[in-house]
Antibody, heavy 126, light 110 residues
Framework: QVQLQESGPGLVKPSETLSLSCTVS????????WSWIRQPPGKGLELIGY???????NYSPSLKSRVTMSVDTSKNQFSLKLASVTAADTAVYYC????????????????????WGQGTLLTVSS | QSVLTQPTSVSAAPGQMVTISCSGS????????VSWYQQLPGTAPKLLIN???RRLSGIPDRFSASKSGTSATLGISGLQTGDEADYFC???????????FGTGTKVTVL
């Protein structure tokens, strides 16, 4: 069973860059996409973006200008950087495995997130 | 602000059934497949159902789902106290070129 574990600072100052890592154990990064999803306290889920094992990325349009994701297959890790953070970025950040059904006619229409980390609370405060 | 709308909360007595709706549009539910996630208090979401109605291995058949047009529904029968959680729908949105989650529904067992 694949397990995911987030790691990060817990507290970031406004205007700084948030950096999180996710270590995958019990499986390889190959053949899947790896995502970051966040959840502000008491609110819903928001996909930040995902990266595949080749380093190809797809970011949420609303966060695209501030997001950078990277992958290190040698360490079985992938990472998130979110620049210029504000209090609105305070949330629990989850890493998750993204899977999908291949669709020969275009982008996959069936996508799901089947393995999740436990989440890490990131607070933006001075 | 999510493009998928769910009721804020639903409730029922133990053993009864609840249904949770997820309302979208032609660019998301209407043209893509829906997944459902359960988030127990203080834990990460867990995938229950994908491909509109396919239960993941180990998910009891008390959980069922369907899709019609631009709406999807999750049903939980034989409600148990352990089912108290937040439930989210999710799907691709072709217009946004992104995956979107529903607003979430809190299930309470009375």
């Amino acid at each position: 069973q694949v397990q995911l574990q987030e790691s990060g600072p817990g507290l970031v100052k406004p205007s700084e860059t948030l950096s999180l890592s996710c270590t995958v154990s019990g499986g390889s990064l190959r053949s899947y996409s790896w995502s970051w999803i966040r959840q502000p306290p008491g609110k819903g889920l928001e996909l930040i973006g995902y990266i595949d094992d080749s380093g190809s990325t797809n970011y949420s349009p609303s966060l695209k200008s501030r997001v950078t994701m990277s992958v290190d297959t040698s360490k079985n890790q992938f990472s998130l950087k979110l620049a210029s953070v504000t209090a609105a970025d305070t949330a629990v950040y989850y890493c998750a495995r993204r899977d999908y059904l291949f669709d020969s006619s275009g982008p996959p229409r069936s996508v799901w997130f089947d393995q999740w980390g436990q989440g890490t609370l990131l607070t933006v405060s001075s | 602000q999510s493009v998928l709308t769910q009721p804020t909360s639903v409730s029922a007595a133990p053993g009864q059934m609840v249904t949770i709706s997820c309302s979208g549009s032609s660019s998301n539910i209407g043209s893509n497949f829906v997944s459902w996630y359960q988030q127990l208090p203080g834990t990460a979401p867990k995938l229950l159902i994908n491909d509109n109605n396919r239960r993941l291995s180990g998910i009891p058949d008390r959980f069922s789902a369907s899709k019609s047009g631009t709406s999807a529904t999750l049903g939980i029968s034989g409600l148990q106290t352990g089912d108290e959680a937040d439930y989210f729908c999710g799907t691709q949105d072709s217009s946004l070129s992104s995956y979107v989650f529903g607003t979430g529904t809190k299930v309470t067992v009375l």
